[in-house]
T-cell receptor
Framework: GIQVEQSPPDLILQEGANSTLRCNFS?????LQWFHQNPWGQLINLFY???GTKQNGRLSATTVATERYSLLYISSSQTTDSGVYFC???????????FGTGTRLTIIP | DGGITQSPKYLFRKEGQNVTLSCEQN?????MYWYRQDPGQGLRLIYY???????QKGDIAEGYSVSREKKESFPLTVTSAQKNPTAFYLC???????????FGPGTRLLVL
């Protein structure tokens, strides 16, 4: 099956800093999503982005489908951005997602 | 409120016992999913259902069973055959053809 790798595994930043999270995938995809899991375990969808660029406030994402990677940018980090960020893909069009192992982001006040 | 509810929040299982995790949604979503998350890991798909009375195995279905008798409900049973059930279990749902899945708050299962 498709492989999804995320980097870095852990990231510790001072409040106000910017960060870039990366997701590499091993095959072409028809669905790519970024999720944030808060410290209590709740997953929230951030972006649906199989290709192109999207922005939502301080967050933006870019997927270069031909090179099989996606980037999540977080600007002016806040402590509420802490948690684990997951990339998930679907490459069969059967609406099953394969998740990466995540990037744990810790924002220090 | 519309959303996905999971109960209980914490569940304790004794050796040899079957336990059932509840997942209910009032979003009128067609598809429902069960995932398992181990510490420091991503989510792995256990079972999914795209319509009532039909479901398919995911990547780690052994030791688990499900039913989908109603559109809004997709309970997961962790059987005694699952030798390492301690994990965080997440349920999700999605409208057929929509872009994203929506997740419930999760159930933490611990073995006594």
């Amino acid at each position: 099956g498709i492989q999804v790798e995320q980097s870095p595994p852990d990231l510790i930043l001072q409040e106000g800093a910017n960060s870039t999270l990366r997701c590499n995938f091993s095959d072409s995809v028809n669905n790519l999503q970024w999720f944030h899991q808060n410290p209590w375990g709740q997953l929230i969808n951030l972006f649906y982005i199989p290709s192109g660029t999207k922005q939502n406030g301080r967050l933006s994402a870019t997927t270069v489908a031909t090179e099989r990677y996606s980037l999540l940018y977080i600007s002016s980090s806040q402590t509420t951005d802490s948690g684990v960020y997951f990339c998930a893909v679907d490459n069969f069009g059967n609406e099953k997602l394969t998740f990466g192992t995540g990037t744990r982001l810790t924002i220090i006040p | 409120d519309g959303g996905i509810t999971q109960s209980p929040k914490y569940l304790f299982r004794k050796e040899g016992q079957n336990v059932t995790l509840s997942c209910e949604q009032n979003l009128n979503h067609d598809a429902m999913y069960w995932y398992r998350q181990d510490p420091g890991q991503g989510l792995r798909l256990i079972y999914y259902s795209q319509i009532v009375n039909d479901f398919q195995k995911g990547d780690i279905a052994e030791g688990y069973s499900v039913s989908r008798e109603k559109k809004e409900s997709f309970p997961l049973t962790v059987t005694s055959a699952q030798k390492n059930p301690t994990a965080f279990y997440l349920c999700a749902s999605k409208l057929q053809g929509a872009e994203t899945q929506y997740f419930g708050p999760g159930t933490r299962l611990l073995v006594l």
